[in-house]
């Protein structure tokens, strides 16, 4: 199993990025971006599950946006309008289970990317 993210890089703020993370090696009914931004904990972003739903961070509600394309087995993460809090490293995360009411958890995920850094600047 692999997750290979692509995509970060510095943008400005009120900018956009678009993150791409290609999976092998399973289907995974949860995929998820979480972040960590520097000297803090790392926490889920955004969620997107197989059967179409999908959960949000309040910070990044009417933002953020994740899709998956089952058939590529990938998912993305666009980002718009962001702001400096949206620096960090953001991590790609699957699990082969349908995380219903865990998906905020790190520890329930499976496998994960490398990160891919996130850097906002003025």
């Known amino acids: 199993v692999q997750l290979v993210e692509s995509g970060g890089g510095l943008v400005q703020v009120g900018g956009s990025l678009r993150l791409v993370c290609a999976t092998s090696?399973?289907?995974?009914?949860?995929l998820a971006w979480f972040r960590q931004p520097p000297g803090k904990e790392r926490a889920v972003v955004a969620v997107?599950?197989?059967?179409?739903?999908?959960y949000y961070a309040d910070s990044v509600k009417g933002r953020f946006t994740i899709s998956r394309d089952n058939a590529k087995n990938s998912v993305y993460l666009q980002m718009n309008s962001v702001n400096f809090e949206d620096t960090g490293v953001y991590f790609c995360?699957?699990?082969?289970?349908?995380?219903?009411?865990?998906?905020?958890?790190?520890?329930?995920?499976?496998?994960w990317g490398q990160g891919t850094q996130v850097t906002v600047s003025s």
């Open positions: 090696g399973g289907t995974f009914p949860t």
């Open positions: 995360t699957a699990s082969r289970t349908r995380l219903t009411y865990s998906h905020r958890d790190s520890s329930m995920y499976d496998t």
């Open positions: 997107g599950w197989n059967d179409g739903g999908k």
